[in-house]
Structure formats: C-alpha cells, structure tokens
C-alpha cells in the first residue's frame, strides 16, 4: 500500500472511530490549529455543508455561545447545534435566511465546496475555481469587518486570478495544504484572515 493511500484509510479511521462524518473533518481541524480561524462564541457558515463534518467540527469549536449555520443543494442529516438549510448558494433568498439564522453577520465562512469530478482536468479545474468564485462572492455579503474565510481549491492556472481577487477583500490570503488531504492531489485551501468590506 503507498504512503498516501495508508494516510487516506487512516483518517478514514479515525473518522469512523471518532465519530465524524467525513475524514473531510480532519482537515479542518488542522487548519484550526495552523489559524485558529473557530473561537468560542463564532458565527460560522458552512458552504456546502454535505455530509457535515465540517458542521461537526465547527460547532465542537465555537461551543454554545456560538452559531453555526450550513447550507447544501442536498438535504443533510441534522447535525447537533447547528442549523441547516438545502438551497443554493447563488440564490439571494438563502443567503438573506442564513444571515436570519446566524442572527447578524458571520465571523467564518467555510466552503469546501468541490464540482462532480469529470477527470478532465481543465474542466474539474474551471468549475472548482468558478464554485469558490461563487462561494467568495457570499463571503462578501455576510461575512463581518475582520472576519474570516477558508475556501477549498484545486491548483491551476487559474488560482493566481482567484487569489489576486481575494486579497481585494482580506488584510491576509494563505495558501495551506493540511496533512490530511492527500498530498497527490491538487486540493489546496485558501485562508483568507481580516475581512475588509469593500
């Protein structure tokens, strides 16, 4: 078995054992400890939320005080304190109840958002960039003044436009790879630290 494919069942492991829905959890975690982007008492919105293990471990970090709040086209178990809607994330009617949920602006914006993979790479290229395209627009609208994002991407000629468009809107733009992607694969995230609204 290849190291990567050892790490891969490892967190798929660990997941299971631990009770989290995705080895998807683990990397947020991570990126937790690099960043400390969750605190307790946050408001957190995650994009694209299915199956939840981002939910999961959002709330576990921000802790009663906290909000958070997922949105998914797919319907999504419920996750225990966390408030989840099935819609778009394009459509402006739920954003405006996201922003009801949360009870004001967010602290966090999460997307691990990822297009159905085709194996063309262009093409699984373009859509991912063209989703966290969407997903930074939301950020725009509800994130608060020195507020937080962390957006999944896939390397590519066009990530350097993405980035460049991020650091309009955010004082820091941090590109991390966290262990538990698999690291022949071309998922990066993109941590993007002190909101500025435009």
Known sequence: MRLADARKDQ???????QGYRAR??????????????????????????????????????????????GIDLKPVEPVAGAAILQGSIEDPEVIAKVIEALGGKADVVLSDLAPNVSGVWDVDHARQISLTTSALAVAQKILREGGSAVFKVFEGDMLNELRAEMRRSFGRVLLSKPSASRQESSELYVVCLDFKPQ
Do not use: F
């Open 11 to 17: 967190y798929r492991r660990l997941a299971k054992d």
């Open 24 to 69: 998807s959890a683990y990397k947020l975690s991570q990126l937790n400890n690099s960043y400390r982007i969750l605190k307790k008492g946050s408001r957190v919105v995650d994009l694209g939320c299915a199956p939840g293990g981002w939910l999961q471990v959002a709330t576990k970090e921000v802790s009663a005080g906290g909000r958070v709040v």
